[in-house]
């Protein structure tokens, strides 16, 4: 059995309180546990995209994909560790297309919470896998590891809005009897939702990148 | 089947704004030629399925995406491709590369005996392009499938022939 990891002081929600207040007009894409509190604590937001129900590890590859197609937004993209060691080559991914316009949040418990709070294979023991140094070394331009609220609090408003891409890991403590999410009306719809509110705005769309890099990336 | 030059012609035509994906033996040039591209945004993905994600988040973004992969790709694509057609509900269109399709005859691949047979189990309506002149059922499907706002796949054929 991996030994537990030190109680984080961060609370998940208190996290998500900082991120409520300083999003402003941002894109702000939830998944798992952060969709779960998103929804319960604050009102909905035209601009909110919840990725429920999800094919997990992929939130961050839907939200590269708005920043690309919306690069006049900043996009804020929520995922649990979890979720992030399913799919940890869309680091690579998001670092290569260079998405000034995006943030990732990395909330980082070290546990399955939805399904009780097991372990990840990553959490605990020995080995303490370090999602900041991996993103870095993905490309990410902008990369902090937070782990007390005070600092969250004081830098959240501007680490957000640094040029990206930019990669922010959150260590939060596990809340394994939060439940699951609550009822939302069906995912179809709120897509369709999300999708007239983003396009329904002046912000340009889409312009062809002339600046790609030439050379070859896979 | 076709050039570099003309599949990016041919995209440009279909009105499509990225292509997302992985490249195969077939599809490799087209990725180099998509790359310099001024029309057509390539991103590049580490494994199959995040391209549906990406192509998922483009088109909520208002873009036209396209989803470029081989039929190994949409084997590894399963969980994401479900998500995003069938949860999120998304008309998301792929060309996905058919290994082998042309030496059948021969060849013991099994993705010959699997492609047809998953695309049917995912209930995506998919057209088989065995040639190059073939290119205008692959548009017609193409605009089919936005006019209608489901799902899409030409499966192109790969392989000498």
């Given at each position: 059995m991996p030994k537990a990891r030190a109680q984080a002081p961060i609370h998940l929600v208190q996290a998500l309180d900082v991120l409520s207040e300083v999003r402003e007009n941002a894109v702000v894409v939830t998944s798992m546990g952060s969709a779960r509190e998103w929804v319960r604590r604050f009102d909905p937001h035209p601009?909110?995209?919840?990725?429920?129900p999800s094919s997990m590890g992929q939130t961050p590859a839907i939200g590269l994909g708005i920043a690309l197609a919306q690069p006049a937004r900043r996009v804020i993209t929520c995922v649990g560790d979890g979720s992030l060691l399913m799919n940890l080559g869309c680091l690579a991914t998001i670092a290569a297309a260079k998405p000034e316009n995006f943030v990732l949040i990395v909330f980082d418990n070290g546990a399955y919470e939805v399904t009780g709070g097991q372990p990840t294979?990553?959490?605990?023991?020995?080995l303490q896998f370090d999602f900041a140094m991996t993103a870095r070394a993905a490309g990410f331009v902008e990369v902090e590891s937070l782990d007390n609220l005070a600092d969250w609090r004081d830098q959240a408003s501007q680490l957000i809005h640094l040029p990206g891409p930019v990669c922010l890991v959150l260590r939060v403590q596990a809340n394994?009897?939060?439940?699951?999410?609550?009822r939302l009306p069906p995912a179809g719809e709120r897509a369709r939702a999300f999708a007239a509110a983003l396009q329904g705005d002046d912000a340009p769309r889409h312009p062809p990148d002339s600046s790609q890099s030439p050379e070859p990336g896979t | 089947m076709w050039t570099p030059a003309e599949i990016r012609t041919h995209l440009v035509d279909m009105g499509v704004t990225h292509v997302t994906g992985v490249p195969d033996s077939t599809f490799g040039p087209w990725f180099d030629e998509l790359r310099t591209s001024s029309e057509i945004r390539l991103v590049p993905v580490?494994?199959?399925?995040e391209a549906w994600g990406v192509a998922a988040g483009l088109h909520l973004g208002g873009a036209i995406p396209l989803v470029l992969i081989q039929c190994t790709g949409l084997f590894e694509s399963g969980d994401a491709l479900r998500n995003m057609l069938y949860d999120l509900g998304l008309p998301l269109y792929a060309i996905i590369g058919y290994r082998n399709y042309l030496n059948r005859a021969a060849a013991s691949d099994s993705t010959l005996r699997f492609t047809e047979p998953i695309l049917q189990a995912w209930a995506i309506d998919y057209v088989l392009i065995e040639?190059?002149?073939?290119i205008g059922r692959l548009k017609d499907h193409h605009r089919n499938s936005r006019r209608d706002a489901v799902p899409g796949v030409a499966l192109v054929a790969e392989g000498r022939g």
């Open positions: 601009f909110d995209f919840v990725h429920v294979p990553v959490a605990g023991g020995a394994p009897s939060a439940g699951p999410v609550d | 580490c494994r199959e399925g040639s190059p002149d073939q």
